[in-house]
């Protein structure tokens, strides 16, 4: 789990203060943000794609409607919900992902101005939103990194309009035999040097590895979203469960 005692949380199998948590985070992302794209294809084969066009699906963004995107970095999650006519809100609590998230929208011919994507500095334990305010709340492979989950989940809920749904895209814990261990050795061993050639960063990718194992299997982090006050709550395991598409409703 992610918090071990009253004093301490996680920092990958280091046991740090929560703010000394969220000041590595940050520094792990400010890090790797300009490589960040090209690790995940590295890292998982592209694979990460289909992941991602996978849970956009499920989310079913609608024109005109007001989504967020939590932990939105650099805007993979968000240009694919914005190509569908809805109006992304893209937040994450390190501006140097922002940036880059920012300068890709601009690439692609997104207009800031006109409203259908939105760039902001945001810590999800603690969000600026009116409560009621969006019709989706969606973040892929960020919430492991917040330092009180739960809160985050609290924030999601609140942020939410009535019949508004939750969906989260995150790493879990690989249920099928042979693959699991497999990427067990993939995580530890490999990962860590992919980052160190692609990104001149080895200790950052080490990080991500132990963070998506101290992340709660399934079932627990299914429960933590139902604590949360969420209804209807699903989980849809990917890959044996390698990635997993978490669901809930504000009702």
Not at 184 to 191: A, F, G, I, K
Not at 206 to 221: D, G
Request: net charge negative; aromatic share 10%.
């Amino acid at each position: 789990m992610t918090q071990s005692t009253d004093d301490t949380v996680s920092f990958g199998y280091t046991q740090v203060t929560p703010e000394e948590k969220t000041r590595k985070v940050g520094e792990v992302f400010s890090s790797v943000a300009r490589k960040y794209d090209i690790m995940n294809d590295a890292m998982s084969g592209g694979m990460h794609r289909l992941w991602k066009d996978r849970f956009v699906k499920r989310v079913k963004p609608q024109p005109g409607e007001q989504i967020l995107d939590m932990a939105g970095g650099t805007g993979d999650i968000a240009f694919r919900m914005a190509a569908r006519g809805a109006h992304i809100t893209v937040a994450d609590i390190n501006q140097d992902m922002l940036d880059v998230g920012a300068e890709r929208a601009l690439e692609r011919g997104f207009d800031e101005d006109d409203g259908s994507l939105v760039f902001t500095c945001q810590n999800a334990e603690s969000v600026s939103f009116a409560s009621n305010t969006f019709d989706a709340y969606t973040i892929a492979f960020g919430i492991r990194n917040v330092t009180h989950i739960d809160r985050a989940l609290a924030e999601a809920l609140r942020v939410l309009r009535p019949g508004g749904r939750f969906f989260c895209l995150e790493f879990s814990t690989v249920e099928w035999s042979g693959l699991k261990e497999a990427y067990d050795l993939y995580s530890e061993h490999l990962l860590p040097r992919m980052g160190q050639a692609i990104a001149g960063d080895a200790d950052s990718y080490r990080y991500l590895a132990e963070s998506i194992r101290k992340f709660p299997p399934m079932p627990a982090f299914e429960q933590m979203i139902r604590a949360a006050g969420f209804a209807n709550t699903k989980v849809e395991p990917i890959m044996g469960g390698l990635v997993a598409i978490h669901s809930g409703w504000k009702i």
